[in-house]
């Protein structure tokens, strides 16, 4: 009987091997053909693939099959659940417009807000300010429930007696300061870094601890150039693509 092929990859031994695995398998998975074959090559096979032990292939592969990605059976093998699917991923795209329409109507939870000083790694986007007022909200798949991300957002004082906490249920942070405060915005830059899941994420989103996420920073301006709010999101690596279009002119 044919065996399903999964992708190759390329693994970084300073991060969990089973996990990478585990998520390349998982993609493939995910991205096949409804014309490939649903069982998968044996565990050795596999291990050799991906130039692992058998026991990190064996625990890359529990890890599927309590996703329910896979079934596992005595003798016969282990084959692809047929109705498998993904989740929404998260997409960022080239426009304020595109990422408040992608994240607007996402389920969150707001787990906290007040004032806190200026972290550190912020203050070159708040000169002059000692407190920053912060929103911690917990996102989910509606469908679901799983948690996708874990967002704080960092806003200048004055704006928060202007935001309504009740309104970032549902909208994500640049609508509220963009639509309802009525703040001019004239850009977001974003930077996305690969990190290691810690005890809060890990909690918040259901992963194991020191599992692959993406760490996401947000800074919004106003048209006058003043940062208006930071938001560093936590993402699940499995719910997270990053978009970029590149014209040749």
Known sequence: MTSFAPDSIVLNR???????????????????SPRDPLRLPTEEQLAGHYGVSVLTMRQALKELEDEGLISRHRRRGTFIDP?????APVRLLGSVDAIVAQQSGMKAELLDHGSV????GLADSFPGLSEVATYHRLRCDEQTGEPTNHARNYVRPELAARIDPDDLARRPMTKVLRDVVGIGISRITDTVEARLADPETA????????????HYTGITYDTAGQVLDVAVIHYRGDRFSFTVTLDAT
């Open 83 to 87: 109705d498998a699917r993904r989740g």
């Open 203 to 214: 909690r918040l989103l259901q992963v194991p601890l020191l599992s692959p996420i993406l």
């Open 14 to 32: 300073k991060l969990p091997l089973w996990y990478q695995v585990s998520q390349s398998l998982r993609a493939s998975i995910l991205g096949r």
């Open 117 to 120: 000083p200026v972290p550190p």
